[in-house]
C-alpha cells in the first residue's frame, strides 16, 4: 500500500537507528581499506609489481562496491521511518467502504479464521511442529512455539546446522574409523587430508545456506534430516575412504592437500557454537516475555425492544464502534453486517440474522525488553560487524600476496607451503565474513519486531420481528394525530471482545510495516464490553417509538389549529335566541269558555 500522510502521529518509531548506526561505521570502514588498495595500484604499477597491482585494483572494487553498499543501507535504517494511517497491515481482507481501494496482500488469517479463534477460544497462529527435528527443538525449548515465525525460523536454522555439523563429524569420524582400522589401506596416502577438506567445505555449505536474514512466515520444511538421508550419508562415509585409497593407487595418485584443511574445520565449528549461543541466548530472552494468553470477554442476552433489526446493525457499526477509534483512525472491518431479513407471511412478521467483526486501530505497544535484551542485540549486532572488518582486513592484507602463486619454487613441499601461506588466510578471511554477516542478520531479527495492541469485537443478532400499527392524539374534536408502524423485535445477541497483542516484523523501505501481522495473545476485554452493552442499551432507550413533532413552526400550526377548533366548537356551543326565550308553552283551557 502506498504512504498514506496523516497530521496525527501514531507514536511508532525507527526500531533501526543503533543498528544502522554500527552498520554505516563498518561499511565506512570497509570502503575506506578498497580506497587505500586503490590509491597504492599506482605505486605497484610504476614499481614494476603489475601483478599485484591488477590484485589491489580488483580488491579495491570489490571493497569499495560492498563497503559502500553496508554503508548505504546503515544510513537508510537512520532515516526517517515513514508510517502513514494505513500500518500495520490487517489481521484479515479489510472490507471497509474507505479501503476499496487499497490492496493488502499479506494478510495473515481470514474472517472464518479469526471468528474460529474467537468463539473457540484458540489461537491459530502456534502450528505444530510438522517434522522430527522440529518437535525436538520445541520439546527442548518449550516456549519456541508461542513466539513470532521470525524467531521460530531462526532457532530452527540455527539447530539444523548444527546438526548438519554434528552429522558431518559422524560421517568423517566412521571414514577416519574405516581407514585407522585396516579395513582401508589409506596408509602413506592423502586420503583423510582430502576427506577433511571436504569436511571443512560442507561444514562451510551447511552454515552457508543458513546465512538468509529474516523469515517472517513459518517454515519448517528447509533442512530436514530424515533417517534416508542419514543412512545414506554414513554409508558414503564409510566406503568413501575405500574408494578413494583404489583411485589413489590404480587410477591416479592423489597429491597432497596445500591447505590447512584442519584449522578451516576448528574455525568453522568454534564460530558454528558461537553463533549458536549468540542466538540461543537472545531467543531465550525474549522468550521469558511470551505469554500465550488465550481469553475472551462474552455476553448473551435476550432483549425485547421496539426497533428495526436494521437499526441495531447501523447503530453498532456507526455510533457504537466509531466511538472506540484510536486517533480517529477508521476501524478494521473484517466482516460487514447484512441483516438478512426474512419475511414470513404478509402480515408484517419475519426473522433475521446479521454479524459483523471490527478490530480497532492497532496502537503500538512498546516491546517488554529488559536491558540485558537490549545489551545482547546491540553486542550481536556489533560482533557480527567487527567479524566482517577483521575479515576485509585480512583480504586487504593478503590479497596481494597471491601474486607469489606466479613464481612457485620447483620443491613441492616449499611450494605447498607458499600456497598454503597465500590461500589459507582469504579462506579463513572468507569464512569470518560469512559467520559476522550470519550474526548480525540474526541480530537484525531482534530489531524488527514491533508489537501492537488493539481491541476486535465480534457481534451477533439474530431473532424474529412483528409489525403492528400504534395510533395516537386522536381527540374527539381534535384533528391532530400520529400514526406510526412499530416494529417489535425478540433478539438474541451475541458479543464477544478481546484485547490482542499482535506482531509483525518490520523493514526499512517502502513496505516498512506491510508484512504480516500475527496474534500472540487474546486476553480478556470486561471494561469494553461492558461499555458496548451499555450503548447498545442505551440507543435503546432512547428511541421514540410514537413520531411527535420536534420543530417550532410545526408546533406553532399546530397550535393555531387548536385555536380554530376551539372557536369553532365554541360557536357550536353558543346558545341562540331561541334558545335564550325557550319553547313555546302550551295554552291552558278558556276560563270563559262553556
Known sequence: MAYEYGSIDLGIRNPFRIEGAVLTVAGVIIAGLGLIALLRVQGLVSSGDEVRGWLSLALGIVLIARGAADAGIGIFEMLR????????????????????????TAVAYSSQGLEQMLQGRKNLTFLEPTDWFSRLVHT?????????YGYRNLALDVARAMLQTLIAFLCFGLAWFSGS???????????????????????????????AAINRKLDERGGTVSTTKLAIWIAAAVLAPFLLSLFHANVYALPPVPLNAGSYVMLITVLGI????????????????????VEVSEHRDNWQESIHPQEIFINFENIVMANRRYKEVPNRIYRDFDAQLVEEGSDGKGRFDGEM???TQPEHHELPTTPTFRALRIAGTSVGQVLRVVAAIMLFVYVPRLAELGNLPSDAAQAATVIAGAINPILIAAILALFGRMIANHAHVFWSEIQFESLMVYFRCQGTYTESKLSTGAAIHDSTRSENVVVRSSMTPWVIAARLLTSTFGASGTRNLEFPRYILEMRRAEEGLRAIIEDLRGFMRKREAIASINNEKDLAAAARIYQVNQQTRGQLERPTEADRIGPPQPSGPDIGSN
Do not use: C, H
Not at 527442548?140 to 513470532?148: E, M, Q, R, S, V
Not at 540461543?280 to 505469554?291: L, W
Open 140 to 148: 527442548i525449548f518449550t516456549k519456541l512455539l508461542f513466539l513470532p
Open 357 to 359: 467483526i471490527q478490530e
Open 181 to 211: 582400522t585396516g579395513l582401508t589401506n589409506i596408509t602413506n596416502t592423502p586420503v583423510l587430508d582430502w576427506l577433511a577438506l571436504v569436511l571443512a567445505a560442507y561444514l562451510f555449505w551447511a552454515w552457508w545456506s543458513r546465512r
Open 274 to 293: 558461537a553463533t549458536t549461543a549468540i542466538t540461543g541466548v537472545m531467543i531465550s530472552a525474549r522468550a521469558k516475555e511470551a505469554t500465550p494468553t
Open 81 to 104: 521511518f515513514f508510517v502513514g494511517r494505513a500500518v500495520p497491515t490487517s489481521l484479515a481482507k479489510n472490507v471497509a467502504k474507505s479501503e476499496a481501494g487499497t490492496t493488502e
